[in-house]
């Protein structure tokens, strides 16, 4: 079976470099991406794809988005150098990477709507956005010109969780601990982000408009009673706001944008959450993803899991064809 890994993760070294250098790169992300070789080490990352028959990689950077490395003044630079460097390291191994995402300088919105229509005129098969843009939700309205040139180009955004300490858990400490952040925050994230995408109305404005979330769609599927009858109750509980006019604003019912999401099956090979998320999107929207290199090997564990997982389910042959490389094709424009 062949295999497209949608969902995964690398630096080019330009960037990389930078990356280390910055003030960030002195801290916390630091230690993560030091620690992690195949995040940046092409020839070992070529053995690792290697590893797995009729298996390649869409490539994605890793976090932090650029914008919380960078302020305004180096952000927009350094886009260019972190896509135009994985666009290079695609074209130097085709048989072992069939595509990559860009990111944004979004503390520029006005510079990433440029790179977004540079990046993706140029080949960038997706645009990786955090949920967040340094701790501003993505629905604000300087983000709505990003969404319109993304959704005429025909390609997906992917949505990586992007919660950091600094969001902290209980409104009296100052920073999330334990890293719950992270390891909960961020499927809890996701949820709020593609909300906010529904009910301000972007998804109605950009009826093309492809988003694949990180994660299986983080807490969607698992909380898909609560998305469907809460969400038809929208305005029941606020009374300070009309959220009633809001809901009726809408195109559809709420429930219905969630399922028209994408979600990968990037969940660390835990069977339980793939089976709960390809029962939410349907095989008809969901991707293959590892995660990889973030597994405890730093690199094959997460592909190799979430390959053994997927053959357990004893799902159709169509079926995995659409999750393990088909669906992919499509969103990605690859042959």
Known sequence: ??????????????????????????????????????????????????????????????????????????????????????????????????????????????????????????????????????????DEKKFWPIYEIIAKSGRPILLHPARTREMPDYPTEKVSKYEICSVLGWPYETGVTLARFVFSGIIDRNPGLTIVAHHLGGVIPYLEGRVGHSFDQLGARTSDEDYGAVLRGLKKRPYDYFKDFYGDTAVEGAKAATVCGIDFFTPERVVFASDCPFDKEKGPGYIRDTIKVLNSLGLSNADMEKICFRNAQKLFGIA
Do not use: C
């Open 1 to 138: 079976m062949r295999t497209i890994d949608a969902f995964n993760h690398f630096f080019p070294k330009r960037y990389y470099d930078a990356l280390l250098d910055s003030p960030a790169g002195q801290k916390d992300i630091g230690k993560r991406v030091r620690g992690i070789p195949a995040l940046s080490d092409i020839d070992l990352r070529l053995k690792i794809v290697e590893q797995f028959p009729d298996y390649t990689q869409v490539l994605s950077h890793g976090l932090p988005p650029i914008e919380r490395l960078f302020g305004p003044d180096k952000a927009v630079e350094m886009a260019k150098v972190a896509n135009d460097g994985l666009a290079e390291v695609v074209a130097r191994h085709p048989k072992h990477f069939v595509g990559w995402s860009a990111m944004l300088p979004m503390n520029v919105p006005d510079a990433a709507a440029k790179e977004a229509e540079r990046v993706l005129k140029n080949g960038a098969n997706a645009i990786q956005l955090g949920t967040n843009a340094n701790g501003e939700p993505l």
